[in-house]
């Protein structure tokens, strides 16, 4: 006894049947994958373009306390108190009117940017002291730290208090 229904070709009035085998499909299929490959790739090449500093990091965090010893201190810049503009306030700060002081020490890369943030002493205000990192990390710029042999060392610097005032209308 033999199943009639394994014999009998696929039924015709359900259109045609896809198997995924024909040749165009398969050229798509690979189309596709190289193309994703090279977006990753892309993707990729253009973190890497800055070194790690796509990598650095905006945020507080607790910096490293076996650094090298620095014959020469690592010093900013320009003045540092460009670094906090009225851009960089954080806007929910702005809204609901908070005002706060923060001392933070930023680790200085051999490049002189600065990689990393830690809150010192903190506003008690979160966002406040999350901006302070944010800004410091975008703009802070520095002439970097040198040992003995005068080669660029990555550094510790604490900067003074960083302080976010409201503009007060002069009325």
């Known amino acids: 006894?033999?199943?009639a229904n394994?014999?009998?070709?696929?039924?015709?009035?359900?259109?045609?049947?896809?198997?995924?085998s024909s040749p165009t499909v398969m050229v798509a299929v690979?189309?596709?994958?190289?193309a994703c490959s090279l977006a990753f790739a892309a993707c990729i090449l253009l973190a890497a373009k800055?070194?790690?500093?796509?990598?650095?990091?905006?945020?507080?965090?607790?910096?490293?306390r076996d650094l090298p010893v620095a014959v020469t201190r690592a010093r900013p810049i320009g003045?540092?108190?460009e670094w906090f503009g009225p851009?960089?306030?954080p806007p929910a700060a702005i809204r609901?009117?908070?005002?706060?002081?923060?001392?933070?020490?930023?680790l200085v890369g051999i490049d002189g940017r600065v990689e990393a943030c830690e809150i010192l002493a903190?506003?008690?205000?979160?966002?406040?002291?999350?901006?302070?990192?944010?800004?410091?990390?975008?703009?802070?710029?520095?002439?970097?730290?040198?040992?003995?042999?005068?080669?660029?060392?990555?550094?510790?610097?604490e900067l003074p208090r960083v302080r976010w005032a409201l503009p007060r209308d002069e009325r």
């Open 1 to 3: 006894m033999t199943d």
């Open 6 to 20: 394994v014999s009998e070709p696929y039924p015709s009035h359900l259109g045609a049947r896809f198997d995924g």
């Open 30 to 34: 690979l189309a596709l994958i190289a």
């Open 50 to 64: 800055d070194g790690y500093r796509s990598w650095r990091s905006p945020y507080p965090t607790i910096l490293p």
């Open 79 to 81: 003045s540092y108190a």
């Open 87 to 89: 851009d960089d306030y």
């Open 96 to 106: 609901a009117e908070q005002e706060g002081a923060v001392r933070v020490a930023l």
């Open 122 to 157: 903190g506003s008690g205000i979160r966002r406040l002291d999350r901006g302070t990192c944010r800004a410091a990390v975008r703009h802070g710029r520095f002439r970097p730290a040198r040992d003995a042999r005068g080669a660029a060392i990555v550094s510790r610097f």
